[in-house]
Nanobody, 126 residues
Framework: QVQVVESGGGLVQSGGSLRLSCTTS????????IAWFRQAPGKEREGISC????????NYVNSVKGRFTISRDSAKNTVYLQMDSLQPEDTAVYYC???????????????????WGQGTQVTVSS
């Protein structure tokens, strides 16, 4: 019974910021990889950022690099996605996903992720 819960979504204006949170139970994310995916209306789900929890190595998709930052808080068993300079094209449902692999995290292989949250809506107005 692995549960993944995202929170922090909402409605913001262009240029604004949001911080998403992802908590997992009962597994601790220090033993596996965590990624953020998003899916806009009518589009395919895409990986935007991931972190290899074992050593903190991170990856970002080019469209968010420099604007989004993934981080972790081991004490709280929480992974964050800080989103700055948000634009309307960032509007989507954002999902947190877990991969039990110990290797490098991947954004192009969503099927490798074992557990997914229900998603949190992020809407950016122009």
């Amino acid at each position: 019974q692995v549960q993944v819960v995202e929170s922090g979504g909402g409605l913001v204006q262009s240029g604004g910021s949001l911080r998403l949170s992802c908590t997992t139970s009962p597994l601790t994310w220090t033993h596996y990889n965590i990624a953020w995916f998003r899916q806009a209306p009518g589009k395919e789900r895409e990986g935007i950022s991931c972190i290899r929890s074992r050593d903190g190595t991170t990856n970002y998709v080019n469209s968010v690099k420099g604007r989004f930052t993934i981080s972790r808080d081991s004490a709280k068993n929480t992974v964050y996605l800080q989103m700055d300079s948000l634009q309307p094209e960032d509007t989507a449902v954002y999902y947190c996903a877990l991969d039990l692999r110990l290797g490098p995290c991947r954004l192009d292989r969503p099927k490798e992720y074992d557990y997914w949250g229900q998603g949190t809506q992020v809407t950016v107005s122009s």
